[in-house]
């Protein structure tokens, strides 16, 4: 098993969740967990006091419960939305990567590379023609061109598609 990193930086065992089998048991959640969800996703940086009289429990059982939810792995991490745009990123697109048939014993090899790109802000493995959809951000179409070529120079890539983003809305529910 390969070990990785949570987006808080801890480290876990295991492999990607797509190499791993069966998928897993959803977790046993409650309208108190599930409204402590909602406010984290809203805010998360409030602090466990406002939190607690939000949801309308003690603070002393509002950080045990945001505590037993991060070690179930409901809570991954906390993030900074950053504006891409803001740090000299202006262009984001989705790149769609279809592999080679015969690269399915070498995906670790191709998301290695794609943990290398310091591009790539998102990676999804899907269903479908395609393998990956990749969330890139660039200074500039120059980049975002070298970064499809490296992205097809790999042998395993049979194909890719760009597709620029010219806004992102995020859904106000946050979940």
């Not at 492999?15 to 046993?28: F, I, K, V």
């Not at 909602?38 to 059982?61: F, K, Q, W």
């Not at 037993?68 to 991490?77: A, D, Q």
């Not at 048939?101 to 998301?111: I, Q, T, Y």
């Amino acid at each position: 098993m390969s070990e990785l990193r949570d987006d808080d930086g801890a480290s876990r065992p295991g492999a990607p969740n797509h190499l791993r089998s069966g998928d897993p048991e959803p977790a046993s959640l409650d309208d108190v967990d599930r409204a402590l969800l909602r406010h984290l996703a809203a805010d998360a940086r409030v602090t466990n006091a406002a939190l607690a009289e939000a949801v309308g429990i003690a603070p002393s059982t509002c950080l045990s419960r945001v505590r037993s939810l991060r070690g179930r792995g409901v809570i991954r991490g906390y993030h900074a939305d950053v504006d891409a745009a803001a740090v000299g990123l202006p262009l984001q697109a989705m790149i769609s990567v279809r592999l080679q048939s015969d690269a399915r014993d070498r995906l670790g090899e191709f998301l290695g590379l794609v943990r290398r790109l310091p591009a790539v802000r998102d990676v999804y493995f899907v269903a479908g023609a395609d393998d990956y959809l990749l969330h890139v951000a660039t200074a500039g179409s120059g980049a975002l061109r070298d970064l499809v070529a490296t992205l097809n120079g790999h042998r395993d890539v049979a194909g890719t598609v760009t597709s620029l983003i010219f806004e992102h809305i995020r859904p106000a529910h946050g979940l």
